[in-house]
């Protein structure tokens, strides 16, 4: 929310619209032959908006990517709209990528947008609302026409509106200076314009002192099969480049310095494909084999695409014919000794339900994640929202708890999936992990993990010589053993019907059934026992707690600190485990006056809180298809606080 | 090695699969005849108990894999063949069958049903045909003839009946076969012919339902009309059935012909079958053949051999990792593209 604050602006917490002259430190930037000046950020938002086709997530990433690069600190917010493609140049088509890097620690994309870059008028009137007053705003002065901007529904140009006078505007012909500068490699217009994205690149690059030789690199190895497309690439980007360093459009540059992380080896990782990389680890850890059974779904595809690739790191997967056969599948993977993943979003969930009913039955492992996504039936495919905590919690038949864990930033995919291997695996059940679009998508840097740095997970399959094996029979987790075929002597039939206490013979007795219903209620419930305690931020005890879970962990975590910085007393706990809920939550809710749940569902935690705890909680609910400002959970905070 | 495995030899009987569990099909079901035959398959082909799982959906035919001592999962409705395929890509190993009836895999189930056998998924499908529901209590089915009133339509059915085997020989079955429950040696012989095909083995079998539906196959077992009514299909032989073996099938057109032979029409007129034809368009011929215009087909209506797709999945899992020498090193993943390095307070960008 800093937008643009020059470092040593007296109050780091409010917007300073960034003027030149600012008493800024003046950099000279070692790399570009004219001397700019250059004003220290503590942090800065960039938003890429254009048409789907224009190439703006590719922007987008690596911006990321060489941010992260450079050290910062980065959160991101792709945003794309649900058709492929939507009629060139209308609203329905915009699709956008925000980029938040800092120097220091972030936890989310950013409330408002320090430099938005419009390639045309819808991606101009579907984005400026969200650009910080005194913002830059870079527009492709060549797709502004009287076409263009009619398209958009504006009915006279919106460059030419007085209200823009409110930021600072560089129009440029990005449109004819890319053509010009790739006009001897025999392009057509077509492939020479869809390098426009690449000169967008540069100039922000340029901007915002970013190095240029990570793209270059991607560049040469994503078109390398196509050199003449790679060296168009190439210049354009070093045209956006140059166009910084010599226009007389833009006076002031920024750069925004290494974020103090923990030390290690970094890379960006977007959310899927932590969660990807965490199964295929968690598989390394338990030397079980990793059976991935999909179905393609807006937002979680793109984990069966990241996996589909990993042949070489022992995973199988299989692209099943719907929802139902992927978790189907994925039971019978496990049944067969390997471990069966699933993954989808809510729709694709409320099929698979039959199926987690058979494995809670079945006592096998089986991991299912949902990538939520704006619900209810197709509802805002492309966005986020948490609103299918209650379906996780509760959305099946009979009497059937399964353990439910959701990741808190993108990366934090990698540890939740390992986490909830680990916890099928242990308790021989069913878990589900809750992502979000917002988290799948999103990407930070992460520190490249060692494997050596985790608990080896120990999977047991007894052998042929088990005395006095039963199916059914528990440990002292009350886990059965997972025996599975090719064992002789071990044979045993399972099945959806209830099962006798210890054979697992099917058995319709009443006092049975209501023991094995207690009992894997109990299973599930003594998976807390293993939980860390809770970490509070902020005061031991008082008057406002904030209680978080899943991905609007970085929104409250920040509102929290900008309170505590501001001298307002507010705590903060986040939730991983949803189910069973931490043994010491309930003591943790009690130190405090008042419980605020901040989600993006109409309070389906305050709803599971009040039940569980008898507590008042005040439940702050967004709807809107995008995360949490920031802004409005600080606002919260301070009514709370108010609130008698 | 204890003493049970030690015994796990290839000279297992019958009685050595049957489970501890007492069989609780209504007595005189169809199910037993096909219970003692799989059982028989089973024993004559050695295969060891513990490499065999039985995967079904539900239904009074789904309750099968309870009464064979192998591997079992009594699963959901409609889904066994997913979930067989699921085993199958983890353990190639396995000698997979799926038990299912006419409702589990031709109505509720017939997604997962169409997609195993375009896959080729090895395993043996063992499809109850008994025209009827008869767990929930006598609905009519997909298979239920058009008018035959039931429960859920007193009135008489008006839904189209489907042909589990045209359904199959659609979806590229490469193995597809006939056989009903009292003909216990057709039967015999249809199962392990089944049992030794490499890829997906699709089996209907015509099962009586004694409470729901009985003699919905009487016209098939009748002592009398029976010769009639079915055509035992041999490959390379001639279509010839009747009590003397004096009638035939030609081709008339596209369509089929029953004839009568002598008087001048001769075995050489009549359609010779050819279960090891490339195009299914023989198989799925016969598969049209239906009472009471014509004799219907059992036997082996086509077996053609086609890789099978849990071992194109082991074949290309092996290639890859042979290749390579085994799954790769976590670091070269997490390796790939952009990494840089922190510090002290320094940061470098590097690339892997
Ligand atoms: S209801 Fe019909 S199919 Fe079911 S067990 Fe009884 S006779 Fe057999």
């Known amino acids: ?644 | 090695m204890s003493i049970d495995a030690l015994l796990e030899t290839p000279q297992l009987g019958p009685n050595d699969y049957a489970s501890n569990q007492e069989v609780r099909w209504c007595p005189g079901c169809g199910d037993y005849a096909i219970l003692a035959q799989v059982k028989k398959t089973l024993a004559s082909l050695g295969l060891p108990r513990e490499k065999t799982v039985f995967v079904s959906g539900i239904g009074c035919s789904s309750r099968f894999p309870y009464y064979v001592n192998t591997y079992g999962i009594h699963s959901i409705h409609g889904r066994a063949p997913a979930i067989a395929t699921g085993l199958k890509l983890s353990r190639p190993d396995l000698s997979v069958w799926v038990i299912t009836g006419d409702g589990d895999a031709l109505s509720i189930g017939t997604n997962h049903l169409v997609h195993a056998i375009r896959r080729n998924v090895d395993i043996n499908i063992i499809l109850f045909n008994n025209r009827i529901y008869g767990l929930t209590k006598g609905q009519y089915s997909p298979t239920t003839p058009l008018g035959h009133p039931t429960k859920s339509n007193p009135y008489g059915s008006l839904d189209n009946p489907l042909y589990a085997l045209s359904l199959a020989i659609g979806c590229e079955a490469t193995f597809v076969a006939r056989s009903i429950d009292v003909h216990q040696e057709h039967l015999g012989m249809v199962l392990e012919r089944a049992a030794a095909h490499k890829g997906t083995s699709f089996v209907e079998v015509y099962q009586n339902c004694v409470v729901f539906y009985d003699g919905a196959w009487d016209y098939a077992t009748d002592r009398d009309s029976k010769f009639e009514t079915i055509l035992e299909l041999e490959h390379g032989k001639p279509l010839i059935f009747g009590k003397n073996r004096d009638k035939g099938i030609r081709f008339n057109g596209v369509e089929p012909e029953v004839v009568a032979l002598g008087n001048g029409v001769s075995e050489e007129s009549l359609i010779v079958h050819n279960e090891k034809a490339e195009q299914p368009t023989l198989a799925y011929f016969l598969s049209r053949m239906h009472q009471p215009d014509f004799p219907e087909p059992i036997g082996v209506f086509r077996d053609v051999l086609r890789p099978s797709f849990d071992e194109l999945v082991d074949q290309r899992r092996r290639e890859i990792l042979d290749r390579i020498g085994g799954p790769r090193d976590l670091d070269r993943l997490f390796r790939e593209g952009e990494t840089w390095k922190i510090g002290d307070g320094a940061s470098q960008s590097a690339q892997a």
């Not at chain 1, 101009?124 to 009287?146: C, E, M, P, Q, Y």
């Not at chain 1, 490699?185 to 002192?209: Q, V």
């Not at chain 1, 405090?592 to 389906?604: D, F, H, K, S, T």
């Open chain 1, 1 to 644: 929310m800093n937008s643009f604050s020059p470092i040593q602006a007296s109050s780091p917490k409010k917007t300073v619209l960034m003027r030149e002259g600012d008493q800024a430190v003046q950099q000279q930037p070692g790399s570009s032959a004219v001397v700019k000046d250059r004003v220290e950020l503590r942090e800065a938002t960039v938003r890429f908006a254009g048409d789907s086709g224009d190439g703006m997530q590719l922007a987008g990433t690596q911006l990321t990517t060489v941010s992260a690069a450079v050290g910062n600190d980065v959160a991101t917010l792709p945003d794309f709209p649900a058709e492929i493609r939507a009629p060139r140049g209308t609203k329905a088509g915009v699709s956008g990528f925000q980029v938040h890097f800092a120097g220091q620690r972030i936890y989310t994309p950013g409330d408002k947008v320090d430099a938005l870059v419009a390639m045309n008028p819808a991606a101009l009137a579907t984005n400026l609302g969200d650009l910080a007053r005194g913002g830059l705003l870079i527009v492709d002065a060549n797709s502004f026409t009287k076409r263009d901007w009619e398209k958009a529904g504006y009915t006279s140009s919106p460059l030419e509106d007085p209200a823009l006078a409110a930021y600072r505007v560089i129009s440029v012909d990005i449109t004819d200076l890319t053509r010009d500068a790739v006009k001897d490699l025999g392009l057509t217009t077509k492939e020479a314009d869809r390098c426009r994205n690449f000169f967008a690149t540069g100039l922000i690059y340029w901007i915002f002192d970013r190095p240029l030789d990570p793209t270059l690199r991607f560049i040469a190895a994503k078109f390398g099969k196509r050199p003449a497309i790679a060296e168009a690439n190439r210049r354009v980007l070093m045209a956006g480049y140059h166009y910084g360093e010599t226009t007389e459009a833009i006076h002031q540059c920024y750069v925004v310095r290494p974020a103090k992380l923990p030390p290690g080896e970094y890379r960006s990782l977007s959310g899927n494909q932590a969660l990807a990389w965490g199964l295929i680890a968690a598989a390394r850890l338990s030397k079980c084999d990793l059976v991935y059974a999909g179905y393609p779904i807006t937002p979680a595809s793109d984990i069966l695409h990241e996996l589909a690739m990993r042949w070489d790191y022992g995973v199988t997967t299989f692209q099943a014919e719907d929802e139902i056969c992927a978790v189907a599948a994925a039971i019978g993977a496990s049944f067969g000794g390997e471990m069966g993943v699933t993954a989808s979003s809510g729709p694709g969930i409320s099929l698979k339900a039959e199926g987690l009913g058979l494995a809670v039955m079945l006592e096998l492992p089986l991991i299912v994640v949902n990538v939520q996504r704006g619900g209810p039936s197709t509802g805002l495919p492309t966005k986020t929202e948490q609103a299918d905590l209650f379906q996780a919690l509760f959305g099946r038949h009979g009497e059937c708890s399964i353990p439910v864990l959701a990741a808190q930033s993108p990366a934090d995919n990698f540890e939740t999936a390992i986490e909830a291997w680990r916890i099928a695996v242990r308790y021989m059940t069913p878990v589900m992990i809750l992502s979000d679009g917002y988290l799948a998508n999103g990407a930070e840097p992460w520190r490249i993990r060692d494997l050596s740095e985790y608990e080896p997970i120990p999977v047991r399959h007894p052998g042929p010589d088990t005395q006095g094996f039963l199916p059914y029979r528990r440990d002292e987790r009350l886990a059965r053993a997972w025996a599975i075929p090719g064992t002789p002597n071990l044979m045993h039939r399972i099945g959806g019907l209830e099962k006798q206490f210890d054979t697992g013979a099917v058995s319709y007795d009443g006092a049975n059934h209501q023991k094995m219903v207690q009992i894997r209620a109990q299973k599930v419930a003594g998976i807390a026992r293993e939980y860390p305690p809770l970490t509070v931020v902020g005061p031991e005890r008082g008057k406002v707690l904030f209680v978080s879970w899943g991905g609007t962990f970085g929104a409250v975590r920040s509102a929290v600190q900008e309170l505590l910085e501001t001298g307002h007393e507010v705590a903060h706990t986040h939730l991983r485990y949803l189910n069973p809920l931490p043994n010491d939550l309930g003591e943790v809710l009690g130190l405090y006056e008042r419980i605020v749940v901040p989600e993006l569902n109409m309070g389906q935690l305050a709803y599971v809180l009040r039940a569980n705890y008898l507590r008042p909680i005040k439940s702050i609910s967004k709807v809107m298809g995008r995360p949490f400002n920031v802004e409005e959970l600080v606002e919260s905070g301070r009514q709370a606080l108010e609130e008698d």
